[in-house]
């Protein structure tokens, strides 16, 4: 089983370096042009598939850790919802799917957060991340209703939508390579990129205000 998840673990982290090289090509690359379309691809594919072989590895024995679990996932559902939303952009009509995918997730974060509590009222460790990605999370699925309402007339509702889950996904990969290389899960590890990815996102969607 350890061997298993050895292989598992090897081919999470290769895809995940993928995307990190990849995530940085798109965010310096110019908004739109080539490079930052073709290094946004692979690294929404990378991502996915570093995200998707994570999550049985967290499950795994000597491997077990819930948080990881969840934000694995919750790294999928930035990388999905944060490429469909790129369909708005043209004439596009609300599907099921997209409205599955933030219900869904939005059931998931409010699991955080109630697992959260419990943490807490166990004096558990961490219990403060579980309400932190969670809360996060929900603002993400907030966004998602705003957009749907909104995205006829409101053009450029879209790509801050996109931006934040991209950037998102983007800082969830940093997490994850911080927590592998420094061998250490202190609560700065864990919480610095989201910090830095939301300042980010922050500029980028007053810029887009702006113009």
Not at 157 to 177: D, E, P, Q, R, W
């Amino acid at each position: 089983m350890e061997q298993i998840a050895l292989t598992l673990i090897y081919i999470h982290a290769f895809f995940g370096g993928i995307g990190l090289l990849s995530g940085l090509v798109s965010i310096f690359g110019k908004k739109g042009r080539f490079y930052h379309r073709k290094a946004g691809i692979v690294f929404s594919i990378a991502m996915f598939i570093s995200a998707l072989i994570a999550i049985p590895i967290t499950l795994l024995p000597n491997h077990e850790n819930l948080l990881l679990h969840l934000l694995s996932i919750f790294t999928i559902y930035l990388v999905i919802s944060g490429n469909r939303v790129l369909r708005f952009k043209k004439d596009y009509s609300l599907g099921a799917l997209d409205i599955a995918i933030t219900s869904i997730m939005g059931l998931v974060f409010l699991g955080m957060i109630g697992v959260g509590i419990h943490h807490r009222i166990q004096e558990i460790p961490k219990s403060t991340l579980f309400f932190f990605f969670g809360g996060f999370g929900i603002m993400a699925t907030v966004r998602d209703i705003k957009l749907y309402k909104t995205f006829k007339i409101n053009p450029t509702a879209y790509l801050s939508n996109h931006i934040g889950k991209m950037s998102g996904a983007y800082g969830a990969a940093v997490t994850a390579f911080l927590l592998a290389a420094l061998d250490s899960s202190t609560l700065w590890i864990w919480l610095a990129p989201s910090v830095i990815t939301l300042l980010f996102v922050i500029f980028w969607r007053r810029k887009i205000a702006k113009t």
